[in-house]
């Protein structure tokens, strides 16, 4: 079972297993972050819309494969365009700001996370940033792409990339 997959069957009960783990989660690196109204933001594997709600006064593209959309759907947030996606299907023609990718890479295998960074360096603007977490135990480093900074947030290890 994919992710996706996994996500959609889990989706009644996300909610209550995770929302308040992601609310603190987003919450930090949404302040050292410092989002602003004129920025535009891509949320990789937007699951149930945490981060959205977050945000309310700021426009976000969110991406969420799995039938966790239709729960972000159903909040009918004003802020949102909800694309139904993969990372790697994903094509757009506007860069972004920001992009946020939150617990969600180490779902992924080597070349679909390598696959997956790819993408979101090609669609984040020069000077902008790439915000990612990825859970401790996934063992995964991502430092051989060059983060700003990276430390740690709940039970993830968190990354800050600048285009340049």
């Known amino acids: ?14 909610e209550a297993l995770y929302r308040r783990e992601q609310e603190g989660k987003i919450a930090y690196l949404v302040s050292i972050i410092k989002p602003r109204s004129n920025q535009k933001i891509l949320d990789v594997g937007a699951g149930t819309g945490i981060l959205e ?7 976000i593209v969110a991406l969420e494969p799995s039938d966790l959309s ?23 023609d506007t860069k972004f700001d920001i992009i946020f990718c939150i617990t969600v890479l180490q779902d992924m295998n080597e070349e679909e996370r390598s696959n997956a960074m790819e993408k979101m360096l090609k669609l984040c603007k020069t000077d902008g940033k790439i ?25 993830d290890v968190f990354y800050i990339f600048e285009k340049k």
């Open 1 to 14: 079972m994919d992710a996706p997959e996994y996500y959609s069957t889990i989706k009644d009960s996300y």
């Open 53 to 59: 709600e977050k945000l309310p006064k700021l426009k």
């Open 70 to 92: 239709n729960i972000l759907s159903d909040k009918k947030l004003k802020n949102v365009r909800l694309i139904r996606e993969r990372i790697a299907d994903f094509n757009y």
């Open 131 to 155: 915000v990612i977490s990825v859970l401790n135990t996934s063992k995964i480093d991502l430092s051989k792409w060059g983060p700003k900074s990276s430390g740690h947030i709940e039970n």
